[in-house]
């Protein structure tokens, strides 16, 4: 089977040449070509057959020796196309990928970048990281091609497979096995807060208008209870910014009612019990994708199939389970957007959002103010 590069074929080719001239035992020569294709599976094959007599008669007709293998050569180029073209391609020195405002950005940047350097060192091209100031940047720099890759979460993952030349080819599993999470709503305790009437004219705090748990959740929560317009129901909203800040938000008394997605919920309340004693939560809403990481579509295609076998590698591998213990998960496994993202696509319905036309822009985000120590 062929590897899909020209300067390969040709060789191959050209050798296969000179053994039909060379021998004179054989008056006849079959060869059979398969074109590559993108999954390195061979789909097809045709033969052409070239009928030749001993090499004296070989001599005596150099030209149509000649023919014959400019005629494969063509039959080659045309067989492999586009595709063994783009084989051909050459990687770029690094790649650029973005990281969206999960949690506090510094500690977050630490675990990706341990990520970063093992991708590095497995593929020989520099991974670099750029942290994102808010969930809808990432489109603004894709647009600008300033970008070729990102993990993005579900919801952002959803607006871009709709809206980008990107597709998933990794997500991450967590520690307790899982590859999903999904978003919570609560209150304190002491709020007196129970249900969506009793949310009338309290505050409210979003993440980002950008994010499936912090955003497309609970427009969905309070379109099934009645409520189309948040901002007839709650005195003021605003976007917290990460899911980590509006815990914060309503554990200082900042805003009444928040949103965070569950992992950094419980990675907050593991670290600080006051959390739990003190919230509770209201509604749940169904599970959603993990952070997958996307690439341009763009990219050389060698170079996309070599950085994913590398994430779903990492588990077999000394330095990548290194490297997977500091990201703070177990493996990584296969991404498919639609089977994946299927439930954002519903929770958007549900919510009454069109994700061709939603205006995804970074919503102004709220100062906050805590206290020093975060107790």
Known sequence: ???????????????LYNRFVKDQRRRSVSFRLYPFTNEGATRSAMEIRCEAGPLNRMKERPVLSLFIFMGLTLVMALSFGGAACAAEEVWPDHILVGIVPEVNIFKQRERYEHLADYLTRKTGVKVR???????GNVFVKFGKSRMDGAFFGSFTGALAYQRLDVEPIARPVTPDGRSTYHGLLFVRKDSGIRSVADMKGKVMA???????????????????????DANTLFSEVFFAGSHDVAVEAILSGNADVGVAKNTVFDQMAADRPRIREELVVLAESPEYPSHGFFL????????????????????????????????????FVDA????????????????GIDLRTFDYQEPEKKNLQFPPAFP
Do not use: H, W
Not at 336 to 351: N, Q
């Open 206 to 228: 979003f993440v980002d208008k950008a994010s499936s748990c912090g955003y497309l959740f609970p427009m969905a929560y309070f379109r099934k209870n009645g409520i189309t």
């Open 1 to 15: 089977m062929f590897s899909g590069r020209p300067t390969q074929e040709f060789a191959a080719l050209y050798r």
């Open 336 to 351: 498919d957007a639609k089977r994946d993202y299927r439930g954002i696509f519903d929770t958007a319905r549900e919510a």
């Open 296 to 331: 341009r579509r763009t990219l050389p295609p060698d170079l996309r199939m070599t950085l994913k076998a590398a994430l779903l590698n990492m588990e077999n591998d000394v330095e990548g389970q290194d490297a997977l213990k500091e990201f703070g998960a177990l493996r």
């Open 129 to 135: 990281l750029t942290s994102l100031g808010g969930y």
